[in-house]
C-alpha cells in the first residue's frame, strides 16, 4: 500500500483542528447571543435547577446517665450541582444547530452549496426554566438530657448563603419565544439554643447567639412585543424561614432552662419585566410572592412535675419579591407590563400574600412549673419581624382586547400568641415584647383607553391580626400573662385606571378588609388565679382607594368597593368561678379600609357609575369583671379609630345611565364595657373608652343633560349599641365605673344636579340612625351593687342634599330624609333585699335630631314621658308665668263627677276687656284641660269658695262676677285639692288699661279638648305621618 504523504497528513489535522476551535468559538458566540444583558449569573441554559442546603451543626450535647455527650460538629454543603450542571451543560450543547455539530466531526464542508441556510442560534428560542431552592440548615447549641443532665455554654454563630440569578431573554418578533418559569424559594431552618429535659434528665443553655440568613434572588427581563404567546412569566418568590430557638421543655421529673439570642432571615426573588405590545397572548406576567415567617421561640414548658425556665429572644424577617424604578414617574415597581395594541397581551396576576405564623414565650404547665422571659418581675423577652411581600403593579392595555388588567389579591395575616400563661395543678407564668411589621403589596395602575375589556382591575386588599397576648388561664393552679405589643399591617393601595373611548373597560372592584381580630390583657381561673397584663398599639390598613376615568364609554369605569374595618377585642377582663381573675389591659388602635374613590362617565354609557358599601365597625368588650364564687376584676382603656371609604365623586353629564352613585355606608360601635358582675363573689369593671367610628363621605356627581345620570341612592345606617358603668349582684359586691366617649359619623353630603336631565340628578337617601346605650345602672339582689357611668356621645348621620333639575322630567327631585331613634337607660337603681346605687350622666348629640328619644334616667319621674322632638313645640312667652304647681293634680277622666258645678257654658266669654283686640299668635292648639294650669297657689281650706273683694281699683275697674258658682257646702270638698287662698294679695296701685299692652287676637273661648297623645304612640304617628310627606319635589 502506498502511504500518505506525511505532509498533506499534517497539513489536513491541522486545518481540522483550526475549524474545530473556529467552530466552537462561533458556537459560544451564537450562544451567548441569545441572552440580552448577559452576565455570569445569567443562566445560558434553557433549565436550569437548584437545590443547595449548607449545614452547620455545633456545640450540642446530649445529656444521658452515664454523662454528656457532646455531639461532633458540621459544617458543609448539599448540592444538586453537579447533577444539575451536567443536565445544564447538555442543553446548551442543545441549543446549536445540528448542521454546525456535524461538521465538528465530519468532512470539511463543500464550497459548493445548492442552497443557503442559515442556522437558528437557538432552537428553544429563549424560553426558559429555572429554580433556585436554598435551605440553610443550622442546629447548634442545643441541650437535651435524658436521664441524664446536658449543660451547652453558648456561642456566638453565624451562617450566611446568597445565590443572585437574573434571568433575561427575548421573544420579540416570535412565536412559542421568551417566556420564563422561574422559582426563588429561601428556606432557612433554625434550630437553636432549646434546652430539653426527659424522664428525670436537665437541659440547659446558658447564653449565646445564632445568626442566620438565605437569598436566592433575581430580577427577570423579557419581552414579547409582535410575537404570539411569547415573553410570558410565571414567577414563585418564597421567603419562609422556619426557626425554632431558646425553647425549654421538660417532661416527667425534667428540667429545662433556655437563655438565648437567635435571628433569621430569608430573601428570595426580584422585579419582573415584560412587553406584549401589538401581541397576541405575549407579556402576561403571574407573580406569586409569599413571605411567611413559621417562628416557635422563647417558650417553655413543663409537664407531670417538671420545671422550665426560657428567658429567649428572637427576630425572624422574610421578603418576598423586590421592586425596581418604574414607568410611572419612577414608582417603585414590583411586576411591570404593557399589553397596548395586542389580544390577551399585558395582563398582570399577582397574589402576594404576608403570613406569619407565630408562638413565643408562652408558658403551660401540667402539674409542673413553666415560666418565659422574667415574667415575675413583669418583664418580657423581645421577638420582633419584618415581613413584605411583592409591591406595584403596573401595565397598559390601550387599543387592545382582553389586555392589559390586573388581578392582584393581597393579605397580610400575621397569627400570633405571645406572653400567654396557662396551667393545669401548677405554676405558668409569660411574659413577652412582641413587635411586628407586615405588608403585602401595594397598588396598581393601568389604562384601558379604545380598547374592549381592558385595563379593569380586581383585588382583594386583607390585613388582618388575629392573635392572643398578655393572657392568664390557671385550673388549680396559678398563672400570669403579660404583654406589650407593637404592630402595623398593612396590604394593597391605591388602584387607577382609565377607560377612555372604550367598552368594558377601566373598571375597578375592590374588596379592602382591615380586621384586628385579638383577646389580650385577659386573666381567668377555676380554682385557681389568674392575673393578665396587656398594652399595645396597633395600625391595619387595608387598600387606599381608587379613580377611574372614562369619556365616551360603554360599560367602562365604573368602580365597585366594600371596604370594611371591624376591629372584634376583647381585652382588660377578669373572671373568675371560684378563684381569681384579675384582667388589665390598654389598648391604641387604627384600622383603616379603603379610601376616596373617584370615576367618570361623560358622555357615556353605562360609565362612571360608583357603587360602595363601606362598614366601619368596632365590636369590643373590655374592662369587665365577674365572677362566680371568688373575686374577677377587669380594667381597661381604649382607644380605638375606625375608618372605612371615603368620599365618592363622579360624573355622568351627557352620559345614559352614567354617573350614578349607589351607597350603603354603615358605620357604628358595639362595646360591652367597665362592667361588674357578682354572683356569690365580687366583680368589678372599669375603664375608658375613647372611640371613632367613621364611614363613607360626601357624594358628588352630575347628571345635567343625561338620562339616568347623576343620581345619588343610598341608605346609611348609623348603628350604637353600648352598655357600661354599669354592677350587678346576687348575694355578692359588684361595681362598674365607665366613661365613654364615642363619635360616629356616617356618610355625608349629598351634591348633584339634573339640568337638562331626565330620571338624571335625583337623590333617594335614608340616613337611618339607631341607638342604644345601657349605662350607669345598678341592680342588687341580696347584694351591693354600685354603678357610674358617664357619657358622650356624637352620632352623626348623613349630611346636606343639594341638587337641582326641572321637575317634568323627574330630574333634580330631593327625597332626601332622615330617621332616627335613641333609646338610652341610665342611672337606674334596682334593689331587692340589697343596696344599689346608680350615678350617670348623659350628653349626647344627634345631628338631626331623631324622631323618638326615649331617656330612661334614674331621675324621671314615673308619669313623664319621653321626648319627641319633631312634635310641634309650644311657642314660648315670657309675659306668661310658668309655675308648676299642679302637678299632683289627678288629670282627665280620673276626677270624679261634682253635681253642684256647672258645666263650662256657663262661664261667660271675655267681652269686658275694652280695647283689647285679639292676638293670632297666642299658642292655644294642644293645651290640655288641667296640665297647663300651673297659675293656682297651694292654700288653705276654707268652707265655702267666695270671690274676695278688691279694694283701690282706679279709673272705673270692677272685678266681673260670676253668677253661676254657688257656694261648695262645708265638707263637701276633696282634701286632697289645694284651695284658693284666704286672702289675695291686694295691689293698690294697678296700671290703667292704656298701659298694659295690647292683645290682637286672645281666643274667645278656651280649649276644652286634650292635646294629641303623648309617648311612644303619638311618636310612631308622627314618624308615619313624616314618612308620608317625604315624596315631594
Not at 424604578?325 to 399589553?339: A, I, K, M, Q, R
Not at 398594652?535 to 382607594?545: F, I, L, R, S, Y
Not at 373608652?689 to 347628571?703: I, Q, W
Not at 334596682?830 to 338631626?848: H, Q, S, W
Request: proline share 6%; glycine share 16%.
Amino acid at each position: 500500500m502506498k502511504e500518505k504523504n506525511p505532509m498533506q497528513t499534517w497539513a489536513k489535522r491541522g486545518l481540522q483542528t483550526a475549524l474545530v476551535t473556529g467552530g466552537l468559538l462561533m458556537l459560544g458566540t451564537g450562544i451567548a447571543s441569545a441572552d440580552e444583558n448577559v452576565n455570569p449569573d445569567t443562566p445560558a441554559s434553557p433549565l436550569d435547577l437548584n437545590v443547595t442546603v449548607p449545614i452547620d451543626t455545633s456545640n450540642n450535647a446530649i445529656g444521658t446517665p452515664l454523662g454528656q455527650l457532646n455531639v461532633p460538629g458540621y459544617k458543609g454543603e448539599i448540592s444538586t450541582k453537579p447533577v444539575t450542571s451536567a443536565v445544564k451543560k447538555a442543553l446548551s450543547s442543545a441549543k446549536a444547530p445540528a448542521g454546525a455539530a456535524g461538521s465538528l466531526t465530519g468532512e470539511l464542508p463543500k464550497t459548493e452549496q445548492t442552497q443557503a441556510f442559515t442556522p437558528s442560534h437557538d432552537v428553544l428560542k429563549g424560553n426558559k426554566i429555572a429554580g433556585d431552592l436554598v435551605v440553610p440548615v443550622q442546629i447548634v447549641d442545643n441541650a437535651v438530657g435524658v436521664l441524664g443532665d446536658a449543660h451547652v455554654e453558648g456561642t456566638s454563630h453565624e451562617q450566611n448563603y446568597s445565590h443572585n440569578q437574573d434571568i433575561a431573554t427575548s421573544g420579540k418578533n416570535s412565536a412559542l419565544a421568551g417566556n420564563v418559569v422561574a422559582l426563588d424559594w429561601a428556606l432557612p431552618v433554625q434550630i437553636a439554643g432549646n434546652g430539653v429535659g426527659l424522664a428525670g434528665g436537665s437541659g440547659a443553655v446558658h447564653g449565646g447567639s445564632a445568626s442566620q440568613s438565605a437569598a436566592a434572588t433575581g430580577n427577570i427581563d423579557t419581552t414579547g412585543k409582535g410575537s404570539g404567546l411569547s415573553g410570558n412569566v410565571i414567577a414563585g418568590q418564597f421567603a419562609t424561614p422556619v426557626q425554632v430557638t431558646g425553647n425549654a421543655a421538660s417532661w416527667i421529673l425534667g428540667n429545662a432552662y433556655s437563655e438565648y439570642n437567635a435571628d433569621t432571615s430569608a430573601t428570595a426573588g426580584g422585579s419582573a419585566k415584560t412587553n406584549g405590545k401589538g401581541s397576541s397572548a405575549s407579556g402576561n406576567v403571574v407573580g406569586a410572592p409569599i413571605a411567611l415567617p413559621i417562628k416557635f421561640n422563647g417558650n417553655a414548658g413543663g409537664v407531670w412535675g417538671s420545671d422550665a425556665d426560657a428567658n429567649s429572644s428572637s427576630m425572624a424577617d422574610a421578603k418576598a419579591g423586590d421592586k425596581r424604578p418604574g414607568s410611572l414617574h419612577g414608582t417603585p415597581t414590583y411586576l411591570e407590563t404593557e399589553g397596548d395594541g395586542s389580544f390577551l397581551g399585558g395582563n398582570a396576576v399577582a397574589p402576594q400574600l404576608s403570613p406569619v405564623a407565630n408562638v413565643a414565650s408562652v408558658a403551660g404547665s401540667w402539674i409542673g412549673n413553666a415560666t418565659t422571659g422574667q415574667a415575675l418581675d413583669r418583664e418580657g423577652s423581645s421577638h420582633s419581624s419584618t415581613v413584605d411581600s411583592g409591591g406595584f403593579i403596573k401595565t397598559s392595555g390601550q387599543d387592545a382586547a382582553g389586555a392589559g388588567n390586573v388581578v392582584d389579591p393581597a393579605v397580610a395575616l400575621p397569627v400570633e400568641a405571645c406572653g400567654v400563661g396557662g396551667t393545669y395543678i401548677g405554676n405558668a407564668h409569660a411574659a413577652c415584647d412582641n413587635t411586628t411589621l407586615v405588608n403585602a403589596g401595594n397598588g396598581s395602575y393601568t389604562r384601558g383607553n379604545g380598547s374592549v375589556l381592558s385595563g379593569n382591575i380586581a383585588n382583594s386588599q386583607v390585613a388582618g391580626a388575629p392573635e392572643l397576648h398578655g393572657i392568664a388561664g390557671s385550673h388549680i393552679g396559678n398563672a400570669s400573662g403579660t404583654s406589650t405589643e407593637d404592630k402595623v399591617v398593612t396590604a394593597g393601595g391605591y388602584d387607577g385606571s382609565q377607560g377612555n373611548d372604550s367598552s368594558g373597560s377601566g373598571n375597578i372592584v375592590q374588596v379592602p378588609v382591615a380586621l384586628p381580630a385579638e383577646i389580650f390583657g385577659v386573666g381567668g381561673s377555676f380554682i385557681g388565679q389568674g392575673e393578665a397584663e396587656a398594652a399595645e398599639t396597633k395600625v391595619v390598613q387595608a387598600g387606599g382607594g381608587g379613580n377611574t376615568a372614562d369619556d365616551n364609554g360603554f360599560l367602562s369605569s365604573n368602580l365597585g368597593t366594600v371596604p370594611v374595618s371591624t376591629p372584634v377585642q376583647l381585652f382588660g377582663i377578669g373572671g373568675a368561678f371560684i378563684g381569681q381573675g384579675h384582667g388589665e389591659a390598654t389598648n391604641d388602635t387604627t384600622s383603616g379600609a379603603g379610601g376616596d374613590i373617584h370615576g367618570s362617565g361623560p358622555a357615556g354609557a353605562g360609565a362612571g357609575n360608583l357603587i360602595e358599601v363601606p362598614v366601619s365597625l368596632p365590636v369590643q368588650g373590655h374592662g369587665v369583671g365577674g365572677a362566680l364564687g371568688g373575686i374577677g376584676t377587669g380594667w381597661a382603656d381604649n382607644l380605638t379609630d375606625s375608618t372605612a371609604g371615603g368620599n365618592a365623586s363622579t360624573d355622568g353629564k351627557a352620559g345614559a345611565i352614567a354617573g350614578n352613585i349607589v351607597k350603603a355606608p354603615v358605620a357604628g360601635a358595639a362595646t360591652l364595657f367597665a362592667d361588674g358582675i357578682a354572683g356569690a363573689a365580687l366583680g368589678h369593671g372599669g375603664g375608658t373608652n375613647d372611640l371613632t367610628s367613621t364611614s363613607g363621605g360626601d357624594a358628588v356627581t352630575n347628571g345635567d343633560a343625561g338620562a339616568i345620570a347623576g343620581n345619588i341612592i343610598g341608605v346609611d345606617p348609623l348603628a350604637v349599641a353600648q352598655v357600661f358603668g354599669d354592677a350587678v349582684s346576687v348575694v355578692g359586691v359588684s361595681s362598674g365605673d365607665g366613661a365613654n366617649h364615642t363619635v360616629v359619623t356616617n356618610a355625608g353630603d349629598d351634591t348633584t344636579s339634573g339640568v337638562e336631565g331626565a330620571l338624571s340628578g335625583d337623590i333617594l337617601d335614608l340616613p337611618v340612625t339607631a341607638v342604644a346605650q345601657v349605662f350607669g345602672d345598678a341592680v342588687a339582689v341580696a347584694g351591693v351593687a354600685d354603678a357610674v357611668g358617664n357619657n358622650e356621645l356624637t352620632a352623626s348621620n348623613g349630611g346636606t342634599p343639594t341638587t337641582d333639575g326641572p321637575g317634568d322630567a323627574l330630574s333634580g327631585y330631593n327625597f332626601y330624609h332622615p330617621l332616627g331613634a335613641v333609646v338610652q337607660v341610665f342611672g337606674l337603681p334596682l334593689e331587692l333585699v340589697g343596696r344599689a346605687t346608680a350615678e350617670a350622666t348623659n350628653a349626647t348629640e344627634i345631628v338631626d335630631e331623631p324622631q323618638i328619644n326615649v331617656p330612661v334616667g334614674g331621675e324621671m319621674a314615673a308619669d313623664e314621658l319621653p321626648a319627641l322632638p319633631t312634635a310641634a313645640a309650644l311657642s314660648s312667652l315670657t309675659a306668661l308665668p310658668a309655675d308648676g304647681g299642679l302637678r299632683s293634680l289627678p288629670i282627665g277622666g280620673d276626677l270624679p263627677e261634682l253635681p253642684a258645678l256647672p258645666t263650662t257654658a256657663g262661664l261667660p266669654g271675655l267681652p269686658a276687656l275694652p280695647g283689647a283686640e285679639q292676638r293670632a299668635d297666642l299658642p292655644f292648639h294642644g293645651l290640655s284641660a288641667l296640665g297647663q294650669l300651673d297659675q293656682l297657689k297651694r292654700v288653705a281650706q276654707v268652707n265655702s269658695i267666695s270671690l274676695p273683694t278688691v279694694s283701690g281699683l282706679k279709673d272705673g275697674v270692677t272685678l266681673p262676677s260670676v253668677p253661676g258658682l254657688p257656694k261648695l257646702k262645708a265638707g263637701d270638698e276633696r282634701a286632697d285639692v289645694p284651695s284658693l287662698p284666704v286672702q289675695l294679695p291686694l295691689q293698690t296701685d294697678l296700671p290703667t288699661l292704656a298701659q298694659l299692652p295690647s292683645a290682637t287676637a286672645v281666643p274667645t273661648t278656651l280649649p276644652t279638648t286634650l292635646p294629641a297623645k303623648a309617648g311612644p304612640l303619638g311618636a310612631v304617628q308622627s314618624v308615619v305621618a313624616k314618612v308620608t310627606s317625604f315624596f315631594k319635589k
